[in-house]
């Protein structure tokens, strides 16, 4: 089992181990302890898929430039 | 023509030039009449020093022409002259009188027609993919769900509202718009800018560095989409480090950057469909895969239940297998036995048959035959012994015999006698038995004593009493 903290994961990581896990556990070829483990840690994959899918807030900004034609901030986008 | 001076020669009353009037008299010439001219040629030789004008050949089957541009006409150029490129040039003649040479000073250059432009597109792109640059491996995956998206396309227009919409509706996220002109002799440079503008953003930097980028333009002549078939632009989406996703033109509309992009959407909008999964889905996905999570850890416990259940009822009776095997026991239990008088039977009958062989009459004969040998050789010893002694004993009284003759004894027989004084020393002469206290005579039949010491020895008085004989007695 990958052992990669929940919380550095990508969206998409978590959800691929979030949807192998829940496949496993229905499975029921796992031990019942370690289906206990899968179970908590399925918990915590569902916690940050959801994070990731609440943080999804839009945000557009135009890159503003300084005098020698680099970024030097952000402006809002006048749509 | 006259006839008082004889003309030495024709023509030398023309005025006379220097060389730098007549040069200059050429220029004026040539600037004059060719002030405004427009060229169709090949581009020959192309030379670029640091000075930043632009030195070329312009030229067809038969002739040659050079041209330069000055530095301020090179960066306005929608397309940069490329040698073999079919152009038509506009400017003016010159001279350059200096090298007696003339040139054309060149003020704008374009491909001739689409035709040119096509056949220049695809010897660019050729040589691009010969440097392994369009390859499929290169290609990065785009991220399933990027947190900042960088937009590089005009800030105005249609393009980035239909981008902005989309990811709206799917999935908002944070959108970074850089700028930049998406036609026009600026666009080539700015993408290029724009591209590694974004690469070189740090993730913690004050602006959030995009993971993901989408340089996008609406559709248009290929002479509008001309910049990005740019090399600059071309081999900066090539080298992004960040994904990146080109929507350049309509869907017919092929550029360079959608071979060096590591996706390729046909429109903008498209882009973003590409960018970002649909948040409702996910959310629907989720709100699944809990269900399933937590109905899992319940079925996998009533499953064991379950088969605890079935297991335990196919279990058999404890006591039924006891059972089995008590009978099992008894029934060996009651075949011990006699499988042991069995063995026993047969062990006695077979020690039966075998001593039945074991007969006294074997051993006896044997007995019979060594007693017989024995017998034999103690004859043969007892006779050999007898024979042995009978010899042995004639032998000893012969030898005994000879000791006889030998010894003094015998002689005494004779008539001798032996002289001893009275310590029992032999006396062999006169001298001694002078000087000797007594004296021991020994005849064959007895000693006698002579002198007053004969007491002293016990050996006289075994002896029988002295006899006087032979001549040695008479001499005292």
């Known amino acids: 089992m990958t052992q990669t903290p929940v919380a550095e994961m990508s969206f998409e990581q978590a959800m691929q181990e979030l949807e192998t896990l829940v496949t496993q556990l229905e499975g029921s070829q796992v ?26 807030e839009e945000k557009v900004a135009k890159i503003t430039f300084g005098a020698d034609g680099k970024p030097n901030g952000l402006t809002a986008a006048d749509e | 023509m006259s006839d008082l001076i004889d003309a030495p020669s024709e023509g030398q009353n023309a005025p006379e030039f220097s060389v730098s009037e007549i ?17 169709r040629a090949e581009v020959g030789r192309v030379s670029r020093p640091r000075s930043g004008h632009v030195y070329l050949d312009l030229k067809d089957d038969r002739a040659v022409l050079a041209g330069v541009m000055w530095k301020g006409v090179v960066a306005k150029l929608r397309t940069q002259p490329e040698e073999g490129m079919e152009v038509v040039a506009t400017g003016k003649l010159t001279t350059f009188p200096g090298q007696s040479k003339y040139q054309m000073v060149i003020e704008n250059i374009a491909p001739a027609g689409v035709g040119a432009l096509m056949a220049m597109l695809e010897k660019r792109k050729q040589m691009l993919a010969g440097e392994g640059i369009f390859d499929q491996d290169r ?20 393009v980035i509202r239909d981008i ?24 080539a440079p700015e993408v290029t800018a724009a591209i590694e503008g974004f690469n070189a953003m740090s993730v913690g930097g004050a602006i959030p560095r995009p993971d993901l980028i989408i340089v996008a333009r609406g559709g248009g002549s290929l002479e509008d989409l001309w910049g990005f078939n740019e090399e600059s632009v071309v081999r900066a989406a090539a080298a992004s480090d960040i994904p990146l996703i080109s929507a350049v033109g309509h869907e017919t509309d092929t550029t360079l950057i959608d071979f060096a992009s590591d996706l390729r959407a046909p429109t903008p909008t498209a882009a973003a469909e590409h960018a970002v999964p649909v948040r409702a889905d996910l959310l629907g996905w989720l709100g699944n895969i809990e269900t399933r999570r937590l109905r899992s850890l319940q079925s996998g416990l009533d499953n064991r239940r379950q088969r605890l259940r079935d297991l335990s009822r196919a279990l058999p009776n404890p006591a039924e297998l006891v059972g089995i095997q008590g009978q099992r026991l008894d029934v060996l239990a009651g075949r011990l036995p006699r499988a042991l008088q069995s063995v026993a039977q047969n062990k006695r009958t077979r020690l039966s048959q075998t001593s039945a062989g074991l007969r006294p009459q074997i051993l006896n004969q044997q007995i019979v035959l060594k007693k017989q040998s024995i017998d034999a050789v103690s004859r043969r010893f007892a006779q050999g012994a007898k024979t042995q002694v009978s010899q042995i004993r004639s032998r000893l009284d012969g030898l005994d015999r000879l000791r006889e003759t030998l010894g003094y004894t015998a002689t005494l027989k004779r008539g001798y006698a032996v002289v001893r004084d009275d310590a029992g020393a032999l006396v062999s002469n006169a001298k001694t038995a002078g000087a000797a206290a007594g004296l021991d005579i020994q005849f064959a039949d007895g000693h006698v004593q002579l002198g007053a010491a004969n007491n002293h020895k016990p050996k006289p008085k075994k002896n029988p009493p002295p ?10």
């Open chain 2, 164 to 187: 902005l919409h989309r990811l709206r509706d799917r999935f908002p996220r944070k959108v970074l718009i850089w700028p930049v002109a998406v036609q026009g002799e600026k666009c």
């Open chain 1, 31 to 56: 031990a019942l302890d370690d289906s206990i483990k899968l179970y908590e840690r399925g918990a915590e994959l569902k916690k940050h898929c959801e994070e990731k899918l609440k943080s999804a």
């Open chain 2, 23 to 39: 040069s200059g008299a050429v220029k004026r010439m040539i600037e004059g009449e060719f002030s405004h001219v427009r060229i």
């Open chain 2, 467 to 476: 006899k006087p004989s032979g001549g040695q007695g008479s001499l005292f």
């Open chain 2, 139 to 158: 290609k990065q995956p785009i991220p399933y769900l990027p947190e900042v998206i960088g937009v590089v396309t005009s800030p105005s227009g249609a």
